[in-house]
């Protein structure tokens, strides 16, 4: 089972340039959401979705867009990249309220 | 505000010893309450999970007691091995909120053979 997928895996990104990490789940489920990892401060939300075409804030959405045209897939884009967003991304997913969150393997992002 | 506090790292232990990872949380409405690990390199994995007061969480010998009186959720094994080496999250979910997960900053553990 492929689970959670994200891509890519490592990625160095100048400052202001644009790139979108996807993320991609084949279990039909219909939340998903993603955080970023930062040391010492455990993971933060910053964008989720409840269904296709539903999209909302987390606890740190600034600089980050997302959309969900489908429910396998749910990208989040950089429109600006800044050295701040140097961090570990994880998608994760779940099939509904109260169930298991599932994580992909996370994407790292160096910003210089 | 919904937080989860847990306590800092590195914990260091021998192989066979005991381990505990304090893990309490404030929260608006009645959570529910998850301890996840993270090997080296990879995401993360859920450890356990409980999702009312006095349910009590098990998986690989890891346990944990959904303590509402001490708003507390930690973590205990009777005795480590070296593979148990990881970062672990306590972490905490209102099923009212679209299932988002609150958590801890996190406890890295080292077991020494």
């Known amino acids: 089972n492929a689970g959670v997928t994200q891509t890519p895996k490592f990625q160095v990104l100048k400052t202001g340039q644009s790139m979108t990490l996807q993320c991609a789940q084949d279990?039909?489920?219909?939340?998903m959401s993603w955080y970023r990892q930062d040391p010492g401060m455990g993971l933060r939300l910053i964008h989720y979705?409840?269904?296709?075409?539903?999209?909302d804030q987390g606890e740190v959405p600034n600089g980050y867009n997302v959309s969900r045209s489908t429910t396998e897939d749910f990208p989040l884009r950089l429109l600006s990249a800044a050295p701040s967003q140097t961090s570990v991304y994880f998608c994760?997913?779940?099939?509904?309220?109260?169930?298991?969150?599932?994580f992909g393997e996370g994407s790292w992002l160096t910003v210089v | 505000g919904n937080s989860v506090t847990q306590m800092e790292g590195p914990v260091t232990l021998s192989e066979e010893a005991f381990l505990t990872i304090n893990c309490t949380y404030t929260?608006?409405?009645?959570?529910?309450l998850f301890w996840y690990v993270q090997y080296p390199g990879e995401g993360l994995q859920l450890l356990l999970k409980?999702?009312?007061?006095?349910d009590k969480g098990s998986n690989k010998g890891f346990e944990a007691t959904y303590r509402k009186e001490t708003t507390s959720f930690h973590l205990e094994k009777g005795s480590v091995q070296v593979s148990d080496s990881a970062v672990y999250f306590c972490?905490?979910?209102?099923?009212?909120?679209?299932?988002?997960?609150?958590f801890g900053g996190g406890t890295r553990l080292m077991v020494k053979p």
């Open positions: 929260a608006t409405g009645y959570p529910s």
């Open positions: 409980a999702t009312k007061a006095d």
């Open positions: 972490a905490l979910s209102e099923n009212n909120a679209g299932n988002m997960l609150t």
């Open positions: 279990m039909n489920h219909e939340y």
């Open positions: 994760a997913s779940a099939r509904g309220a109260g169930n298991t969150i599932y």
């Open positions: 979705s409840v269904g296709a075409g539903i999209t």
